[in-house]
């Protein structure tokens, strides 16, 4: 059959997987991701703990091995992720800091980063997951520090200014959907774009629940391209009570064709990533004991009905 990235391409969109560096010494894995997919992401190695463990030591081997492998294999990559709450290094998670000097530390983080990686990547998500369920602003490091979300804007500008080219991304997960924390995304970007913050996109994480979808992806992701920025699916998964039941399997599959499908049919949508492709790898059932079986291959790299979901969705047979 026709590969995913050749189906996407007929639509009009990239197709991704992200991938950890452990993963792409599994040469199935690495066959198969540079079979079916255009980019990846790095699951863990262009985070900040992973690239700065103490302050203005930079640690760049990790990432550097994904984008080497990615550039062997013709994948272009997605940098993750410059500024969030979880997986910071102790000193910034734990530091004492005025607004002046996490300012000056968001700032050489991102402005060393951005530049190590300048002309290589396609797109970063500059900034992850700072909003609540209910669309209020999240406790972190960073919120707290300045008491709103002004670290938002200047790590854009800061990226911004270390490479006019990259795609810069804001990113989170149960955006997908009309709802509390979509609404909170998309008038947090809307004030930001109209003070001139360059934001580029709105990424939507979509970890999903089989048979757990809302009706408005469409109409969600068309808001937010409606703001003059591109949105894309950054990490894609639907997973379910493990084993799968076969009812559950074909609901994943619908549930994989509607998602692909919302962002093939929102001009402004331009890719889809996959987090991970085979079950033999995923962070779900560390995180969701009893949950998994979320992505379109199984753990023996067989494919599932899954795949053909997203298949049907790029307009394949
Ligand atoms: O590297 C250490 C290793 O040295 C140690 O022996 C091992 C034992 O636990 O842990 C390893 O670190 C793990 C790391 O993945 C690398 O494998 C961490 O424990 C584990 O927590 C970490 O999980 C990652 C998770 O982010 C942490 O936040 C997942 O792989 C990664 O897929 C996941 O990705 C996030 C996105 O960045 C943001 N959106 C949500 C998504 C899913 O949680």
Redesign the pocket.
């Known amino acids: 059959g026709a590969t995913l990235k050749s189906l996407a391409e007929s639509k009009g969109i990239y197709i991704g997987a992200?991938a950890?560096n452990g993963e792409i010494a599994d040469p199935t894995f690495a066959r198969i991701i540079g079979q079916e997919f255009h980019s990846t992401t790095p699951?863990?190695s262009m985070k900040w703990d992973a690239i700065e463990p103490s302050p203005g030591v930079f640690n760049y081997k990790g990432g550097d091995e994904i984008l080497n492998f990615a550039v062997s294999k013709g994948m272009t990559v997605r940098g993750?992720?410059l500024v969030w709450h979880?997986?910071l290094p102790s000193w910034v998670s734990e530091g004492t800091w005025t607004k002046e000097t996490l300012t000056a530390a968001i700032e050489n983080h991102v402005t060393n980063v951005v530049t190590h990686y300048k002309g290589k990547l396609l797109h970063w998500d500059v900034v992850?997951?700072i909003f609540n369920e209910d669309g209020t602003l999240r406790d972190s490091v960073f919120s707290r520090t300045f008491g709103n979300a002004d670290f938002v804007p200047i790590a854009f500008r800061a990226a911004r200014a270390a490479d006019p080219d990259v795609k810069l991304y804001i990113n989170d997960?149960n955006v997908e959907f009309i709802g509390p924390k979509s609404d909170a995304m998309y008038t947090y970007v809307k004030q930001w774009l109209a003070e001139g913050v360059p934001i580029d996109g709105i990424g939507a994480?979509a970890?999903l629940v089989v048979g757990l979808l809302g009706d408005t992806f469409h109409e969600n992701l068309a808001r937010f391209t409606s703001l003059g920025v591109e949105t894309a699916l950054t990490?894609l998964d639907i997973r379910g009570n493990t084993p799968l039941s076969a009812a559950d399997s074909q609901q994943q599959k619908d549930d994989y064709e509607y998602s692909m499908r919302a962002c093939v049919e929102t001009d402004g949508c331009v890719g889809v990533t996959i987090?991970g492709f085979t079950d033999r790898y995923s962070?779900v059932p560390t995180?969701f004991p009893g949950e998994g079986d979320a992505l379109p291959w199984d753990k023996n790299f067989q494919r599932k009905p899954a795949h053909d979901g997203i298949v049907l969705a790029l307009g394949g047979t």
């Open positions: 992200a950890d699951g863990n993750h992720t979880s997986q992850n997951e997960y994480q970890h990490e987090w962070w995180t």
